[in-house]
C-alpha cells in the first residue's frame, strides 16, 4: 500500500507498508481489479457535477513506471480534509478504452494523504470521437455522510494520451507485422567478456500499409554492444516483404545490482517507428518473455560480477 502526504499540488511519498497498526486498518491496494460491462459505470461523455464529490476530496489518474507492462492505470483520492474518507467501487471510463474497469477494494483515505485505487487497462479504442474527457466513479463515507460522486480526474502527467498514442500505434504495427523475440538469449563468451544476443522475428501480416523500423534504443539494463548509443536499422517492412529476422548485439546498460532489483521497463525494447499511409511515428515497446527476461538477468549477473539474478 502506498501513501501519499499532499500539499497543493505536491505529493510526496511517505512510506511503503503491506499493513498498519491502526485499530482501522487503511485498504484499497491491490486486489478485485475487475472489468465492469458498460452499464455499470457512467458514460465518458457524461457531465459531472462540480458539487458531486466532497470538498475535501480530489480524483487524479497517473500510470507509473511499474504500471506500464501490466498496462494498469492508478485512480489517486486525496484528501485535503481533517476527516478521513472511506472509499470504495472505484470505476474508470474513458473512450480511449473498450469497456469500463473497477476497483472494488475499500480504501480508507486520511487526512492530508493519498491513496491508488489501480485498475487494469482494457483494450484500446484507436477509431471514431475519443475527445470526451475519462469519468471516475467512487463510493465514499466520512462518518455519517454517504455518496457516490461521479468526477473528471485530473491527468497532470497528460497519461491518457500518452497510453492512446502508445496503443494505437502498437495496434496499426501489429496489423502490418509480428515482431516477436526469441524464446531465449544468446550469449557469446562468459563474465565480463561476454556478449548477448537478442534475436528478433519480422513476419508481415499481409495487412495494407507499412512500418519503417528506424532503430531500436537502448534501455536502463540493455545497451549496444561497442558503444554505440542505438541500433540503428531502416528496415521497411509491408505485405510484399518476405519474414526476415535481426539480431541485436548487447552489452549491459548499467553494472549495478540495484538497477536490475528495481528494474520495471529494462527488458522492453523501445523501437523507433513509422506506419505509413498515416505517417505516424513513436515508439513501439517490444517486452521479452518471460524465459529470456530471467536470462537477461542472469547473463547481467554474470557479466557485472554481483552474482545470482533476482
Known amino acids: ?36 460491462p458498460s452499464s455499470s459505470a457512467p458514460s465518458a461523455a457524461a457531465t459531472p457535477l462540480p458539487a458531486d464529490l466532497p470538498a475535501d476530496l480530489s480524483v487524479e489518474i497517473e ?37 469500463p474497469v473497477g476497483n472494488t477494494e475499500p480504501g480508507r483515505v486520511l487526512p492530508a494523504l493519498s491513496l491508488d ?55 496499426s504495427v501489429a496489423g502490418i507485422v509480428d515482431i516477436a523475440p526469441a524464446a531465449h538469449l544468446r550469449v557469446d563468451g562468459s563474465g565480463a567478456a561476454s556478449v548477448a544476443h537478442i534475436d528478433l522475428s519480422l513476419t508481415p501480416t499481409g495487412g495494407a500499409g507499412s512500418v519503417v523500423i528506424d532503430g531500436v534504443g537502448p534501455t536502463t539494463l540493455l545497451a549496444p554492444a561497442g558503444g554505440a548509443l542505438s541500433w540503428p536499422l531502416a528496415l521497411a517492412v509491408d505485405a510484399a516483404s518476405a519474414p526476415s529476422s535481426l539480431t541485436l548485439d548487447v552489452e549491459p546498460g548499467r553494472c549495478e545490482p540495484h538497477v536490475i532489483a528495481e528494474d520495471k521497463r529494462g527488458t522492453y525494447l523501445p523501437l523507433t517507428v513509422t506506419v505509413q499511409p498515416a505517417g505516424v511515428s513513436g515508439t513501439y515497446y517490444l517486452p521479452l518473455g518471460d524465459a529470456e527476461k530471467a536470462e537477461v538477468y542472469s547473463w547481467l549477473a554474470d557479466h557485472c560480477g554481483f552474482g545470482a539474478s533476482p
Open 117 to 171: 485505487f489501480p485498475v487494469l487497462l482494457p483494450a484500446p479504442v484507436c477509431s471514431g470521437d475519443r475527445s470526451a474527457s475519462p469519468i471516475v466513479t467512487l463510493d465514499w463515507s466520512a462518518g455519517a455522510e454517504t455518496g457516490r460522486s461521479t468526477v473528471v480526474p485530473a491527468d497532470p502527467l497528460g497519461a491518457m494520451k500518452r497510453i492512446n498514442g502508445e496503443d494505437c500505434l502498437a495496434e
Open 63 to 99: 500510470q507509473e513506471r511499474s504500471d506500464y507492462g501490466i498496462r494498469q492505470l492508478q485512480v489517486r483520492v486525496a484528501n485535503g480534509g481533517a476527516t478521513p474518507y472511506a472509499v470504495t467501487n472505484v470505476t474508470f471510463s474513458s473512450p480511449n478504452f473498450v469497456v
Open 1 to 36: 500500500m502506498r501513501f501519499f502526504w499532499s500539499a497543493g499540488a505536491a505529493l510526496l511519498v511517505v512510506a511503503v507498508v503491506t499493513g498498519c497498526t491502526s485499530s482501522q486498518p487503511v485498504t484499497g491496494r491491490f486486489t478485485a481489479v475487475i472489468p465492469l
